[in-house]
């Protein structure tokens, strides 16, 4: 598993952005797939995780209703919109793999992109 993450930028209060977590392997459709973030100075936290089987989703609360991920299995791809964007959403967000959910956490990391949300 080999995971790209990408699309973040600086966006206003109120906008919209979508992430993209690309894996480059074979095996993607077998993993549970995540976002986290991390803000300056606080430690990285769970956004949101979409199942293998059956695309199953959960949200933290805080973006819960603001976010959806998905994935494109076909296209090995995993995204994040994220709207209604506040500046509270500013952090690298990171995207993550755990084969068929078996830790239920990430055991592969992207590198990260940053998302700066401007008031």
């Known amino acids: 598993v080999q995971l790209q993450a990408s699309g973040g930028g600086l966006v206003q209060v109120g906008g919209s952005l979508r992430l993209s977590c690309a894996d480059s392997?074979?095996?993607?459709?077998?993993?549970?797939m995540y976002w986290f973030r991390q803000a300056p100075g606080k430690e990285r936290e769970f956004v949101a995780r979409?199942?293998?089987?059956?695309?199953?989703?959960y949200y933290a609360d805080s973006v819960k209703g603001r976010f959806t991920i998905s994935r494109d299995n076909a296209k090995n791809t995993m995204y994040l919109q994220m709207n209604s964007l506040k500046p509270e959403d500013t952090a690298v967000y990171y995207c993550?793999?755990?084969?068929?959910?078996?830790?239920?956490?990430?055991?592969?990391w992207g590198q990260g992109t940053l998302v700066t949300v401007s008031s």
């Open positions: 993550g793999a755990d084969l068929r959910g078996r830790s239920s956490t990430p055991e592969y």
């Open positions: 392997g074979r095996t993607f459709s077998y993993y549970d």
């Open positions: 979409i199942r293998w089987s059956g695309g199953t989703t």
